[in-house]
């Protein structure tokens, strides 16, 4: 069974600081998903990752992707109150003979305070 | 349309009742997926849909759930005898189709069983 495991699941930081949420996977995969949740909202897309060695970037965001570690990350550089949401990986097992829709980890939920 | 729209927004049912969930992907997405969300964890994948068929149900927890998307645009999630433990948010997502593809998220349904 493939597990997604995201940490930590909860992260209180203040302005201006930086910090990375991990994301760890147990099974073979080239396709890891970020996305956002706002409380109440639906899912946003950040970032696809389709490649070892992929990195993404976008404002105070960056997302790599480490195939043989199986080990995604996302850091936040000099975190805005705004970036204040919960964080979720996924990873895409299908072209490795997994089910078809993606895996989703328990998710970060990261609160940025003045 | 602009985004993948899903109705209704909140949904109040008795258990044992039937319910259904509507869900109109981006237009020219043959890729479909539905997705459950509990309070406080991730998505979790219930059924694929490629076009008209239903490509992969691995997810659906037992036979009271089914869906169709009879012209291959929008879908229904039906939930048949319906018990407490379903109450949950239905998240649907549309992508271009299958592949290193991102998935948009609607709003989702938040269902509730009393």
């Known amino acids: 069974e493939l597990k997604v495991e995201q940490n930590p699941l909860f992260l209180s930081m203040q302005e201006g600081k930086n910090y990375t949420i991990y994301c760890n996977y147990s099974?073979?995969?080239?396709?890891l998903y970020w996305y956002r949740q706002d409380p109440g909202k639906s899912l946003e897309s950040l970032f696809v990752?389709?490649?070892?060695?992929a990195v993404k970037q976008e404002g105070r965001l960056m997302a790599s992707l480490d195939t043989k570690a199986r080990l995604s990350t996302l850091h936040i550089t000099a975190a805005v109150h705004d970036l204040s949401a919960t964080y979720f990986c996924a990873v895409d097992t299908y072209s490795g003979g997994g089910a078809d829709g993606l895996t989703f980890g328990k998710g970060t939920h990261l609160i940025i305070q003045p | 349309g602009a985004g993948v729209s899903q109705t209704p927004s909140n949904k109040v049912t008795e258990k044992g009742k039937y319910v259904e969930l509507r869900c109109d992907p981006i237009s020219g997405h043959t890729a479909l997926y539905w997705y459950r969300q509990s309070l406080g964890q991730g998505p979790e994948f219930l059924i694929y849909?490629?076009?008209?068929?239903?490509?992969?149900d691995s997810g659906l927890p037992n036979d009271r759930f089914f869906a169709v998307r009879p012209e291959g645009s929008v879908s229904t999630l039906k939930i048949q005898r319906t018990e407490r433990g379903d109450s949950a948010v239905y998240l649907c997502?549309?992508?271009?189709?299958?592949?290193?593809?991102?998935?948009?998220f609607g709003p989702g349904t938040r269902l509730t069983v009393t």
């Open positions: 849909f490629q076009g008209t068929g239903a490509a992969d």
């Open positions: 990752l389709l490649s070892n060695g």
């Open positions: 997502a549309s992508s271009l189709r299958r592949g290193p593809y991102e998935q948009y």
């Open positions: 099974t073979t995969s080239d396709r």
